[in-house]
């Protein structure tokens, strides 16, 4: 017998729970028994390439679906075939954190923000008094506030997307699936596609160095096509009533996005 065969069948105890156990793992927690080498640099590296890069890997799957089968992933989830993707909330933060890590690159800050108000808005004139308070131009004390806006804009998108969408996907739907844990899986799905389309606006405005019209518009309307197709397949409704809800969503999107900015913007400026 080799010394890994010798290794597998060895008593050991189990370092979770305490009790002993046999084998490739604890038999009374599941634990899977920890190697001498578990830590090494190199055994690390291939347990990650093998679980991401293999054909029958669960990200590879997940991004596929994801991606080109709207709603697929929140069905397979609520019907409780659940093995084979990644599960919805590692998913939705691990597509939020890369999406605000290049956030940082965005072109639209706080500076071209206020320049967008009218020259006798009053929100002007209480910048400007801020500033003068401070000893800065309006610029400086901007430009020393945007880091503040960027950190409060991701809060309000992030805490806006979920609070807001599953409850509205329970009151629209909640004769086709019953309970709100289910739409708010349903919410992470269609928020982790949200957040990885949303970097291509992102390279394409930090590249040009500005807001682009077309860019937001087509990101628009491929995002809000894509909840309507995963609408159809998660809810089963006819092409009318989902066109209708989906309408309803849309205007829900547009206040909390407005809702967002006003409100980082304002906390950025004056608190």
Do not use: W
Request: proline content about 4%; hydrophobic content about 50%; charged content about 15%.
């Amino acid at each position: 017998m080799n010394q890994e065969a010798t290794s597998e069948i060895d008593a050991f105890t189990c370092p979770n729970c305490g009790a002993a156990a046999a084998g490739k793992a604890c038999q009374a927690c599941g634990q899977k028994r920890i190697r001498a080498d578990e830590m090494s640099l190199r055994h690390v590296a291939g347990t990650v390439m093998a679980e991401t890069l293999e054909l029958d890997g669960k990200l590879p799957r997940t991004l596929l679906d994801l991606f080109f089968h709207p709603g697929r992933l929140t069905v397979d989830f609520l019907d409780g075939r659940r093995q084979r993707h990644i599960r919805p909330i590692p998913l939705y933060l691990a597509c939020l954190a890369l999406y605000f890590f290049f956030n940082h690159y965005a072109p639209v800050n706080l500076a071209m923000l206020v320049s967008q108000q009218q020259a006798d808005s009053p929100l002007l004139e209480l910048v400007d008094e801020k500033a003068r308070d401070s000893g800065q131009t309006r610029e400086q004390f901007v430009a020393e506030r945007d880091p503040r806006y960027v950190e409060a804009h991701k809060t309000a998108n992030m805490i806006l997307d979920v609070t807001l969408l599953g409850p509205a996907l329970f009151l629209l739907y909640r004769r086709q699936r019953p309970f709100l844990a289910q739409h708010l899986v349903m919410t992470l799905h269609i928020n982790s596609f949200g957040y990885l389309l949303g970097l291509v606006p992102l390279v394409v405005m930090s590249a040009i160095g500005g807001e682009s019209i077309p860019v937001t518009l087509l990101f628009m309307v491929v995002y809000f096509s894509y909840i309507y197709l995963a609408l159809r397949r998660v809810y089963g409704q006819g092409h009318g009533i989902t066109v209708v809800k989906l309408l309803a969503l849309v205007m829900l999107n547009l206040v909390a996005a407005i809702v967002g900015a006003a409100g980082a913007m304002i906390y950025a400026l004056f608190s």
